[in-house]
């Protein structure tokens, strides 16, 4: 089976939601639609369901236009974030609803059910009702509903956005191996880019309702298109300077120069933006090779594994992240460098134009 959007529009009250987007989705596939809020993520999911018409553009599956086609009369089952239960039925019946609405026998129900249930890790709260349950288990029971549907196309949008960090990185780490255990076409929505890369699969940027690139998720993290994918799939945010290349040489925003070596060798002369995620920026004395830079601390954030030290320079703003803990105080001026072999250069229309071998 497959699933195609073929120059799909999406227009309420005469605002654009979703721009021109074509996607094709295969059986035994995980897409995931990564974006900030307001992207088109949900919109994409609910044509794609056939809660939504498309205004121009239309819906495949398996080359059957069903663009007016009902979604009670699709095979689809969606997750929400939000916990969708029905709270007086037990875990079992929650599973088992719409096994029952399609009609199916007893012994079938029961057999689906324990399948599902020993895959989510449920089987010990079969009989408990929602309430009774925490949110990550009241996730996995509505996420066990959409699987035992036997819906060829599961949709999940932003299923984890209302758990705890704990219950949260649980589910993560077991959403693959349910993913790969179901054989349907999974497409699930995102803000966080971490979630994406831990997920797998492929990866379709969004950006106020186009698709701005699509492709294996690490290919796009390893080499976005443009500054814009880079900005999407970066978490902090992207560090970004301007630079200019002449005569062997490079003129960083700031007044700093260097020799124009590593990925600076091949470019042209000539403007360009550079921009690098937190994990490229070194704080340091610059080391052999090194570009070196000096700026100041504006606040750091202590995650206990991680610390993040948010730096201004030359009125940019970076952000540098480092193992373990380290407390520097407002103000504070520190060293900081750049690998002119570890950081992305785009052109001044933001096209990629340089990107590191490996990452």
């Given at each position: 089976m497959s699933v195609t959007l073929q120059r799909v529009t999406r227009s309420v009250d005469g605002i654009p939601t979703i721009r021109d987007v074509s996607l094709t989705l295969e059986r035994g596939t995980l897409s995931v639609l990564l974006g900030p809020t307001l992207s088109g993520k949900t919109s994409i999911m609910?044509?794609?369901?056939?809660?939504?018409?498309?205004?121009?553009?239309?819906?495949?599956?398996?080359?059957?236009?069903?663009?007016?086609?009902?979604?009670?009369?699709?095979?689809?089952?969606?997750v929400y974030q939000q916990f969708i239960n029905y709270p007086s039925l037990s875990v079992y019946e929650n599973i088992a609803s719409p096994l029952r609405v399609q009609g199916k026998p007893r012994l079938e129900i029961e057999k689906r059910v324990q399948e599902a249930a020993k895959l989510l890790k449920l089987e010990p709260y079969l009989n408990r009702t929602p309430l009774q349950l925490s949110g990550g288990q009241q996730q996995r029971t509505a996420i066990a509903r959409a699987l035992v549907k036997g819906a060829d196309l599961v949709l999940l949008d932003e299923p984890l956005a209302n758990l705890d960090y704990k219950l949260?990185?649980?589910?993560?780490?077991?959403?693959?191996?349910?993913?790969?255990?179901?054989?349907?076409?999974?497409?699930?929505?995102?803000?966080?880019?971490?979630?994406?890369?831990?997920?797998?699969?492929?990866?379709?940027?969004?950006?106020?309702?186009?698709?701005?690139?699509?492709?294996?998720?690490?290919?796009?993290?390893?080499?976005?298109?443009?500054?814009?994918?880079?900005?999407?799939?970066?978490?902090?945010?992207?560090?970004?300077?301007?630079?200019?290349?002449?005569?062997?040489?490079?003129?960083?925003?700031?007044?700093?120069?260097?020799?124009?070596?590593?990925?600076?060798?091949?470019?042209?002369?000539?403007?360009?933006r550079v921009g690098f995620r937190a994990h490229q920026l070194e704080l340091a004395n610059g080391a052999a090779g090194r570009h070196a830079f000096q700026a100041t601390v504006t606040v750091t954030e202590?995650?206990?594994?991680?610390?993040?030290?948010?730096?201004?320079?030359?009125?940019?703003?970076?952000?540098?992240?480092?193992?373990?803990?380290?407390?520097?105080?407002?103000?504070?001026?520190?060293?900081?460098?750049?690998?002119?072999?570890?950081?992305?250069?785009?052109?001044?229309?933001?096209?990629?134009?340089?990107?590191?071998?490996?990452?």
């Amino acid at each position: 089976m497959s699933v195609t959007l073929q120059r799909v529009t999406r227009s309420v009250d005469g605002i654009p939601t979703i721009r021109d987007v074509s996607l094709t989705l295969e059986r035994g596939t995980l897409s995931v639609l990564l974006g900030p809020t307001l992207s088109g993520k949900t919109s994409i999911m609910r044509l794609l369901a056939g809660l939504d018409k498309p205004t121009t553009g239309r819906v495949l599956v398996d080359d059957k236009d069903v663009t007016g086609l009902d979604v009670r009369q699709r095979s689809v089952a969606m997750v929400y974030q939000q916990f969708i239960n029905y709270p007086s039925l037990s875990v079992y019946e929650n599973i088992a609803s719409p096994l029952r609405v399609q009609g199916k026998p007893r012994l079938e129900i029961e057999k689906r059910v324990q399948e599902a249930a020993k895959l989510l890790k449920l089987e010990p709260y079969l009989n408990r009702t929602p309430l009774q349950l925490s949110g990550g288990q009241q996730q996995r029971t509505a996420i066990a509903r959409a699987l035992v549907k036997g819906a060829d196309l599961v949709l999940l949008d932003e299923p984890l956005a209302n758990l705890d960090y704990k219950l949260r990185e649980e589910l993560r780490t077991e959403l693959p191996r349910i993913f790969e255990a179901s054989g349907a076409i999974f497409v699930y929505a995102t803000t966080e880019p971490s979630e994406a890369l831990l997920l797998g699969g492929r990866t379709v940027c969004m950006w106020e309702g186009q698709v701005l690139q699509a492709g294996e998720t690490p290919k796009v993290y390893r080499h976005p298109d443009t500054m814009r994918v880079a900005q999407v799939f970066s978490d902090p945010p992207l560090n970004i300077v301007g630079i200019e290349k002449k005569n062997g040489s490079v003129q960083y925003a700031g007044g700093v120069r260097a020799e124009a070596t590593g990925l600076y060798a091949g470019l042209g002369d000539g403007p360009y933006r550079v921009g690098f995620r937190a994990h490229q920026l070194e704080l340091a004395n610059g080391a052999a090779g090194r570009h070196a830079f000096q700026a100041t601390v504006t606040v750091t954030e202590i995650t206990g594994s991680e610390s993040f030290v948010h730096l201004n320079r030359d009125a940019s703003n970076w952000v540098a992240v480092l193992h373990g803990v380290h407390e520097y105080p407002p103000g504070h001026v520190l060293d900081a460098a750049l690998d002119p072999n570890n950081l992305f250069v785009f052109d001044l229309a933001g096209r990629l134009v340089a990107a590191p071998a490996a990452m």
